[in-house]
């Protein structure tokens, strides 16, 4: 990788005003897909995407920008989804059975839907706190739900985690910070007084007692999501949204002893909520944060409060593109160029930065990286590179522009290239390859949840379905999140909606899978839809900004 490989940041000082068109252009993701469909796709007037080079030039104001999005729906829960009356074709019987057990999994607060549970699984035993609603696994119900004309539900769980924000927070004697979001909550119901109430857990309940890092990040991306899919603007502007923003942003934003633009965070803070070695810089946080970043800069108001938080955003997003897009990256030549390096470098020249010892690289990324192809790596720190494969991480890094355009294909090229391993017989895999014996002794503390191909360790995920199905068609490989869908089309629903998949091949119906597990069931339908009607992808990718490309350069990727 060389080093000066990006633009100088952009000049802060010169904002002014100034509109721009979004840069999204549906109409080349409808072109993606092998045998583009009829799309009915109205005009209508949304927000845009506050792009850095619109800062360069001034601040776009929302309402002023023609975008495409869907017709904001009012459809009653109980109708039809809205997605087989759009396509002339019969849609898979799953999908009906989809719909009904993600509305039985709705949660009301005070007569209102508030959220879904994690699983709705009567047969297990435990129940453990699969029974609240948590924020990273409202995601894809949300998306499903705006996909289908139905946004009350995802504004009634924005506004409600938002006043869950404002909660005091403590774990024993220790105060969190304020921007804190839930995990997760839970509506209690009291039939006799007929009042309900809401507890929360901010990481004080959870295993291992960590703040889920990742619960803000997506409440930014979900708000977004609302606000581009409705084209609703009144809610990420009420100031209760913007200070929601800010306070998290606050969190990620300030100053300490780093060096680096990534986030340090402790093992279990996001999916992987528990120790499986992935603190640091994990993959999936740093993505999560860039993705995060550019959805805030979309809707902050450029306010005496605003302004600060936008210019810091500006600025962090260029040095963490840098970072991520240098020291993150790994190809076959990258590999080769570790494997080759010298260590102990000393000062400003060290090619080997953060003293990567070549013989920490594990036996299995030698047969696993192809000529063509690349990834992410699952976390950089000094002298510690963990070079496992994270399927969240790397997909929403093309989701987000995180990954510059030749990265995104290498990322589906190795997908495709390594099917087996990563796919085999149930999308996705968490992450691959798993780690066993002494390692895992070490790594995971002896977990017997997370034991091998299992679970956080290897297991193969059905969420993560729609993760990869936007990312294949932000790429423009419909063909690959078909053959993904057939797959789980071909299981998921005799075998009651399974949590995640045990075993190297994802064969089999995981240890300790709940059943019903309300993400799977809503990832599957959140795919679905996405690929009848590509355009709804807008709602959660960002284009590239242009000021952030690299100087030509072609990825190494290309080279063979
Ligand atoms: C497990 C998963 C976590 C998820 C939760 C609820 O703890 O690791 O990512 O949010 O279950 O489904």
Avoid at 497 to 525: M, N
Wanted: glycine residues 6%; hydrophobic residues 40%; negative net charge.
């Amino acid at each position: 990788m060389e080093g000066n490989y990006y633009k100088e940041p952009l000049e802060l000082k010169d904002f002014g005003s100034h509109c721009s068109l979004s840069e999204m252009d549906d109409f080349d993701l409808t072109r993606a897909l092998e045998k583009p469909r009829q799309l009915k796709i109205e005009r209508k007037r949304s927000f845009d995407e506050r792009s850095m080079s619109e800062l360069s030039t001034g601040y776009a104001r929302h309402d002023s920008v023609l975008d495409m999005a869907h017709t904001p729906g009012s459809r009653s829960i109980v109708d039809t989804p809205l997605s087989y009356a759009r396509n002339s074709f019969e849609p898979h019987p799953m999908v009906a059975e989809a719909w009904e057990a993600l509305r039985r999994s709705m949660v009301f607060f005070r007569g209102q839907p508030v959220g879904t549970i994690a699983a709705y699984d009567h047969a297990s035993e435990e129940v453990l706190n699969y029974d609240q609603v948590f924020v990273r696994d409202f995601v894809p119900s949300a998306l499903a739900f705006l996909m289908n004309g139905e946004p009350d539900i995802v504004k009634n769980f924005l506004l409600k985690t938002l006043q869950l924000q404002g909660w005091e927070k403590r774990v024993d004697r220790f105060k969190l910070g304020e921007g804190v979001m839930p995990a997760s909550f839970k509506v209690l119901h009291d039939p006799i007084r007929k009042t309900d109430t809401i507890i929360a857990d901010f990481g004080e309940s959870a295993i291992g007692r960590v703040a889920p890092v990742d619960s803000g990040f997506w409440w930014i991306i979900l708000l977004r999501a609302y606000t581009k899919s409705t084209g609703d603007l009144t809610l990420s502007e009420t100031p209760e949204c913007q200070k929601g923003m800010r306070l998290i942003l606050s969190l990620c934003l300030s100053e300490g002893f780093d060096t680096f633009p990534t986030l340090l965070c402790a093992d279990g803070c996001s999916m992987v909520d528990r120790r499986m070695g992935v603190y640091g810089y994990p993959i999936e946080i740093q993505a999560l944060f860039f993705m995060a970043l550019r959805s805030a800069l979309s809707m902050l108001k450029p306010d005496d409060e605003g302004r600060e938080f936008i210019e810091r955003i500006v600025k962090r997003l260029h040095a963490l593109s840098f970072h991520m897009r240098n020291y993150f990256w790994l190809d076959f030549q990258q590999l080769n160029d570790i494997y080759r390096y010298k260590t102990e470098e000393y000062s400003h020249t060290a090619v080997n930065k953060f003293n990567v010892m070549p013989d920490s690289i594990p036996d299995w990324v030698f047969d696993f990286m192809p000529h063509r192809g690349g990834y992410f790596v699952g976390n950089v720190s000094p002298a510690r590179m963990d070079f496992r494969w994270f399927s969240l991480g790397n997909c929403v890094s093309i989701l987000s522009s995180l990954a510059t355009p030749d990265q995104s294909m290498a990322i589906m090229d190795l997908l495709e290239h390594r099917w087996e391993e990563l796919v085999g017989e149930m999308p996705l895999k968490i992450c691959y390859p798993c780690i066993e014996g002494h390692e895992w002794r070490i790594v995971t503390g002896c977990d017997p949840k997370n034991t091998r191909w299992s679970y956080h360790n290897g297991g193969s995920w059905p969420v993560l379905l729609w993760t990869l199905t936007a990312a294949c068609i932000k790429t423009g490989r419909p063909q690959i999140a078909r053959r993904a869908i057939d797959l789980i089309e071909s299981r998921l629903h005799r075998d009651c909606w399974p949590e995640y998949y045990d075993g190297k091949q994802g064969r089999y119906v995981g240890k300790q899978a709940r059943k019903f597990q309300t993400w799977s069931i809503a990832g599957y339908l959140v795919a679905k839809m996405m690929l009848e009607d590509p355009s709804h992808i807008g709602m959660i990718s960002l284009e590239e900004d242009k000021q952030m490309k690299p100087v030509i350069k072609r990825s190494a990727s290309w080279t063979c």
